[in-house]
């Protein structure tokens, strides 16, 4: 059945029948429903956030309105949560593990092991070389007992490694330092002590360009060793920094229908849409624009081919997160183009929808 006008303009890029479920609405009818409300019967609708979002009373209501799953942006990350080896900043983590325990939300932890973001204390010693395979992985155990350990019970799922795997078409991991001190172990035991931390957590691989065909079989090609080996990982995490126009359809599914052949649960971890088609490419003569109607009706299709596909496999997307709540602020504002604005989530700067199709 056709969605009631007022649905349709309460919430951004709604195609009446595409990107949200098809039911009555009156059965969600509560002032404060939200995102999370229309896709209860489908899967937890997450987003990236930070401590000082959530003391602030609008982000804080405009979060619980919509979302039921939070995600650390960047306070859980190696470098801001252990900057020194004797020294642990919990405050910001714990801030948010609280909001959420507070509101009954899902909580995922990202993440533990990744090239970026690690302090360089955990790669040298005292005299700055490079330390050894042994000592790295103390440090990377004690790190991964000390973050998993103190939030045990409380966060369900961690991203256990972040963007291992190679750009490079022949090339399976990055040479990153965690590789060249330990090689892949550090992938192995990475998942090994994250589960021995806490035994009930669901442990994730997650990464970029999925839908890359060639980084996409590197990427299972790797998940398959580790699965085949009985490694604890138990999901993938699809990062989703998508375009207006990438990935396609068919693209999207054949990764879902790819990483399922393996028994592994996915979940969509940073979604958002860019309006530029770029990339990640480091192009400085990109000129600076502003969101058009055309490129909002672009970005309004991608979404909503997006959600299509993520309702159609929901027997296997156990979450979908957004990274970050709005345009107001996002992580690909000046990037990869300084001096530029990106529009690329659900909301417009004033935590308002965007103006749908048809409206």
Request: aromatic share 14%; hydrophobic share 40%.
């Amino acid at each position: 059945m056709n969605l009631p006008y007022k649905a349709i303009v309460f919430f951004l890029l709604i195609l009446v029948t595409s990107l949200f479920p098809i039911y009555s609405f009156g059965q969600a009818t509560r002032n404060d429903s939200g995102l999370k409300d229309y896709y209860r019967d489908y899967f937890p609708i997450g987003v990236a956030v930070t401590a000082k979002q959530l003391a602030d009373s609008d982000q804080q209501n405009f979060i619980l309105t919509h979302f039921n799953s939070l995600t650390a942006e960047n306070a859980m990350k190696m470098g801001p949560i252990h900057p020194k080896e004797n020294l642990f900043f919990w405050k910001d983590t714990d801030a948010i593990v609280a909001f959420a325990q507070k509101h009954n939300l899902k909580v995922r932890g990202h993440n533990l092991c990744w090239h970026n973001q690690a302090p360089k204390w955990m790669f040298y010693d005292e005299f700055g070389k490079l330390v050894s395979k042994e000592v790295l992985l103390q440090r990377l155990k004690d790190h991964i007992y000390a973050v998993v350990g103190r939030y045990r019970g409380q966060i369900y799922a961690w991203d256990v490694v972040n963007e291992a795997v190679s750009d490079e078409p022949d090339q399976l991991l990055r040479n990153s330092l965690w590789y060249q001190i330990c090689g892949e172990d550090f992938i192995y035991k990475a998942f090994q002590y994250a589960h021995e931390a806490d035994p009930k957590a669901i442990l994730f691989y997650n990464d970029y360009n999925t839908e890359n065909p060639v980084k996409r079989q590197l990427i299972y090609k790797l998940l398959k060793k580790m699965r085949d080996n009985g490694v604890p990982v138990h999901a993938i995490g699809l990062q989703a920094h998508w375009s207006f126009n990438d990935p396609s359809q068919e693209r999207l599914e054949s990764t879902i229908k790819l990483f399922t052949s393996l028994g592994l649960k996915i979940q969509i971890t940073e979604l958002d849409v860019s309006i530029y088609a770029d990339g990640n490419l480091q192009d400085k003569t990109v000129p600076v624009s502003i969101l058009t109607a055309e490129r909002e009706q672009q970005q309004a299709e991608q979404y909503s081919m997006i959600f299509k596909v993520f309702r159609k496999y929901k027997k296997y997307i156990n979450g979908v997160t957004f990274w970050n709540l709005s345009d107001k602020y996002s992580w690909l504002d000046n990037f990869p183009v300084r001096g530029r604005k990106n529009y690329p989530l659900l909301f417009d700067t004033q935590l308002k929808p965007k103006k749908p199709i048809g409206a």
